[in-house]
């Protein structure tokens, strides 16, 4: 995974399944690196089976849910990807990266849900707003796409 060769990863991870299906890393792993190989309905289906098999734990279920988001926003699942997301936080508390409401705004641009896409990208912003990366420079692009497209929405009222 380190490598980014992702298709050699899932294969390997999906050997190792056939000797412990069970473990939720595993499935974990396996799930994501299949996801990267555009898979992505599989991954869904084992980041799901990785939740069912899941003791609670509220980093791996963090993990999961943030995973399955992605999953499902890669294949344009919007409404799916949301619920993950909003999972993905409650799940995360105090160790949630600014990157999921980064992620979550997106989410919502892309389902033309501007209202909540400029919550999301509001709250990175009030959080980790001071932080000067490409992330920073991203959503701030994105709130000036975003308050253009409720301009625009407002005036063809």
């Given at each position: 995974l380190r490598e980014k060769n992702y298709y050699v990863a899932a294969s390997n991870f999906n050997k190792a399944m056939k000797l412990d299906?069970?473990?939720?890393?595993?499935?974990?792993y396996t799930a994501y690196s299949?996801?990267?190989?555009?898979?992505r309905d599989e991954a869904i289906d084992l980041y799901a089976?990785?939740?069912q098999l899941l003791q609670p734990d509220s980093l791996l279920v963090y993990k999961i849910s943030y995973g399955k988001a992605e999953a499902y926003l890669k294949s344009g699942r919007h409404k799916d990807a949301e619920a993950c997301y909003?999972?993905?936080i409650r799940y995360g508390a105090k160790d949630i990266s600014g990157i999921i409401y980064c992620r979550l705004g997106y989410c919502y641009r892309l389902a033309g849900m501007f209202e909540k896409s400029l919550q999301a990208y509001e709250k990175?912003?009030?959080?980790?707003?001071?932080?000067?990366n490409s992330?920073?420079?991203?959503?701030?692009n994105e709130i000036e796409y975003v308050k253009e497209e409720?301009?625009?929405k407002e005036g063809a009222k």
């Open positions: 299906s069970t473990d939720v890393d595993l499935i974990y299949t996801a990267e190989t555009w898979r089976k990785a939740e909003l999972k993905a990175y912003m009030k959080h980790w707003g001071d932080e000067d992330t920073r420079k991203f959503v701030l409720l301009f625009m």
